[in-house]
């Protein structure tokens, strides 16, 4: 049905590479060893999501399948694969932005 098998887990550094766009704004930044510290932070958050959020957003974001395939494939109704994402793509921008805003420490 798709391009690869998402269920068997997914590549999380390949996956947050392509996260900022979905997830926030970083365009914007220019210094280059902050934007490698946000796709780690990124990769690391990917790493721990579950199984099922991981499927839900590769299949959406790079498998580009709709949500009624996404649902058909994981035996989920429409209205809870489209909560799922909502809430990880929100959880991922909320927890990314307040890791941008901390403070940074002085020596």
């Known amino acids: 049905m798709f391009g690869r098998d998402w269920r ?3 590549e999380s550094r390949n996956f947050a590479k392509h996260l900022p766009t979905l997830v926030a704004n970083t365009t914007y930044i220019s210094d280059p060893w902050e934007r490698k510290e946000n796709l780690w932070l990124l990769e690391l958050r990917i790493a721990l999501l579950s199984n099922i959020p991981k499927t ?21 109704p429409e209205s809870e694969i489209t909560r799922i994402r909502t809430e990880t793509v929100t959880a991922l921008r909320e927890e990314l932005l307040s890791f941008m805003s901390l403070p ?4």
């Open 56 to 76: 839900i957003l590769a299949l959406y974001y790079f498998e580009n399948a709709r949500t009624s395939q996404i649902a058909a494939c994981l035996g989920l």
């Open 8 to 10: 068997k887990g997914s």
């Open 104 to 107: 940074e420490k002085s020596s």
